[in-house]
């Protein structure tokens, strides 16, 4: 097993003992069906809900949505070897999860994710024939991810009721740089991109507005990592060694959910 799947491990580990933790919260929840019957009052009606008072938000027993769709902005930040070089920048994206039960649900989302780049990255100094001399580089940078989900919601009574999530993705991080440059002779452009395997953990929350839209808010990291350059190679010989490494996006964003079904 390499540095960069040993990083990676490293980083789940918690989040999976996480969600050992919430799992096993959420299992001994006693749900609403469940709940033990209310004794009568006097007047032989019940304590908890009176003739008429139910309410049209009140959930019954199932998933408090079938579908959801999801659209959302944030910002994160780069950190770790296979982001050297890159600062932060801005995220959007959407998910579809789909509920199988009131605490258990699957989904896929995709995110694209810009970077800016560090100040040292941001010129190229060398003898371009008229000379040395420092040009100004324009760099395009971004992450396409695209995540199967498996998700925990918290289980609600009430469809206005807030409620929270924690996921898992497995996937693909497909990267792309673009940078070019010019002088006063001659300009330059250099594209460059791979997909690597990556993985998504995310805890947020949910604020309904009516029965079919709310608000969501989430923090999430995203690892990812692979062979970033040549530690021994020879190419006469074709022996190629390359060492990897590993990094991870810390981000948050917030947006907008419809949510479909009963």
């Excluded at 980083?11 to 933790?21: D, E, Q």
């Excluded at 139910?54 to 944030?74: E, F, K």
Aim: with cysteine; proline share 4%.
């Amino acid at each position: 097993m390499n540095e960069a799947r040993q990083s990676m491990i490293r980083l789940a580990a918690p989040w999976l003992a996480a969600v050992l933790a919430i799992s096993t919260l959420v299992g001994v929840m006693p749900s609403r069906a469940h709940a033990a019957p209310s004794m009568p009052s006097i007047s032989g009606q019940s304590n908890v809900h009176r003739r008429g008072s139910v309410s049209r938000y009140d959930i019954p027993y199932g998933p408090r949505y079938r579908i959801m769709l999801a659209g959302s902005a944030g910002y994160s930040f780069a950190a770790g070897d296979w982001f050297d070089g890159l600062t932060s920048g801005f995220t959007t994206g959407g998910a579809l999860r789909l509920a199988v039960d009131r605490r258990f649900y699957l989904g896929f989302s995709y995110d694209r994710q810009w970077f800016g780049m560090e100040d040292w990255a941001e010129t190229l100094c060398d003898d371009f024939g008229s000379g040395y001399e420092c040009i100004p580089l324009d760099w395009d940078v971004h992450l396409d991810e695209y995540y199967f989900l498996i998700g925990f919601m918290s289980p609600v009574v009430n469809y206005t009721s807030p409620f929270a999530y924690f996921e898992v993705g497995f996937g693909g991080v497909s990267h792309s740089f673009d940078v070019s440059g010019s002088t006063e002779d001659a300009s330059s452009a250099v594209h460059s991109g791979e997909t690597e395997f990556g993985m998504l953990f995310a805890l947020g929350g949910i604020w309904p507005v009516t029965k079919e839209i709310g608000f969501s808010a989430e923090g999430n990291v995203r690892v990812t990592g692979g062979d970033s350059g040549c530690g021994s190679c020879d190419p006469y010989y074709g022996y190629y060694d390359y060492y990897g490494s590993s990094g991870s996006i810390w981000g948050f964003k917030a947006g907008i959910v419809v949510m479909f079904g009963e």
